[in-house]
C-alpha cells in the first residue's frame, strides 16, 4: 500500500490533485492531503508529528509561501526564509521517515533573469534570478541542491517538477497575494458587479503594467495529472519542468481579454503602466517531458479560463479571496 503525503493539499495545485485522484488514484493508494492546519510545515515539531500521524511512504511537495509580483517584490525576505524553512523541514522528516520518493515544486520563475530562450531544466542555477523575487527563486533552487545532496549522501529519490505559471479552481484571489489570473478574475468580477450608474460598456478594466510580458500558464489539472505521471513513473532526481509548449505563450494583454470574454465583460481594457511588468518572459522547453510522454494533450487556455471564471462566480462566497 502506497500513502501518499500531499504538502499544500488545500491550494490550488492540491485541490486539483485531490480532484484527479477521484478518477486516477490506483487501488493499492490512500492520498492525504495536509493544510496548514493539519501542521505548521515552518515547524519542524509540527512536521515530525504529521508525519508520524499520517505515515506517508511518498511525498508530493506542494506547500509554500507562493503569490504574485506585487507580493513577491515586497516581501523577499519572509518568501526566503519561510520557504527554506518548510522545505528543509519536510525534505528530512521525509529522509528520516524513509519515505520512498519526494516529489517537490519549483517554478519557472526561478530560473535566471539574463538567459537564452527556451529556458530547460539545465539553467536552474546559472544566474541570478530576476530581482522581483529573488527571495522565493533562491529557497526553491535550494531544494534541487538538497535533493541532490540527499541522493548523494543516502542515496533518497527526492526529485522536482517545474511548472509554468498555474491557474484554475481553488486559486488565490486575495489582491495583495494573487496571481495575475486569479487578480484579473477578482477584479473584473468586482467591476462587473459594482454598483454603480456607469454602464458597462463605459466601464474600465486596469491590467497592472504594460500587458507586454509573455507568460505560458498551465490548467491545475493538467499539471496534477503529470505530476502523478512524475510520481510514478519518473525515476531522476533532476528536475523535469511541467509546462505548456512554447507556441502557447500568451501576452498579459491576451489573458486580460480572455478573461473579459469569459465574463461576456463589454467594457474598455487599459494598461496602467505605472505598475510593474516583472520578468518580461520565461519562456521554457518542455521538451524532456514531450520526450518521455509524447501523447498527452494540454486542455485548450480559453476552454480552461471560461471553467476557471465559472468556478469564481459559482464558489465566490467560499473563494479565497
Ligand atoms: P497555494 O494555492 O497558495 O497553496 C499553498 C498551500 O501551501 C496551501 O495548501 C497552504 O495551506 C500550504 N501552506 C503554506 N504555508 C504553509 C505552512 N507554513 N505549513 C503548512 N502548509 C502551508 O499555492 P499553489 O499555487 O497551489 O502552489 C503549489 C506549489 O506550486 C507551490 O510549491 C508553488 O511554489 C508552486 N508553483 C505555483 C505556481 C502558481 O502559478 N500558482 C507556479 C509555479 C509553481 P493552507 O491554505 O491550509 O494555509
Ligand atoms: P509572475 O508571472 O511571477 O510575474 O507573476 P504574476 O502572475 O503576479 O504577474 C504576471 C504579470 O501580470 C506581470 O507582468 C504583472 O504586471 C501583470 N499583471 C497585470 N494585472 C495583474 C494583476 O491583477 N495581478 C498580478 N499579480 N499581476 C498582474
Redesign the pocket.
Known sequence: MEKILV?????????ALEEVTKTEKQINEVWYF??????????LE?TEALFQRIKPTCVI???????GLFHNMNNNLDFLR??MK?NDNVLHTAYKSNCSKVV??????IFPDKTTYPIDETMVHNGPPHPSNYG?SYA?RMIDIANQAYHDKYGCKFTSV??????GP???YKPEVS?VIPGMIHRMHKLINSDTDISESEKVFTVFGSGKPLRQFIY?LDLARLIMWVLRSYESVQPIILSVDEAQEVSIYQVAESIAKAFNFKGKIVCDTTKADGQYKKTASNAKLRSLLPDFKFSDFEKSIKSSVDWYIENYENA?K
Not at 511537495?61 to 503569490?67: N, Q, S, T
Not at 517537490?104 to 520563475?109: E, G, I, M, N, Q
Not at 517545474?162 to 491557474?167: R, T
Open positions: 504538502t499544500g493539499g488545500t491550494g490550488l495545485v492540491g485541490k495536509a493544510g496548514s492546519k493539519d501542521g505548521d510545515l515552518t515547524n509540527e511537495h506542494l506547500a509554500a509561501m507562493v503569490g519561510e520557504n518548510i517537490s515544486c519549483l517554478s519557472t520563475c522565493y526553491k517545474v511548472p509554468c505559471n498555474i491557474f481553488y486559486d488565490n496571481h491545475s479565497r
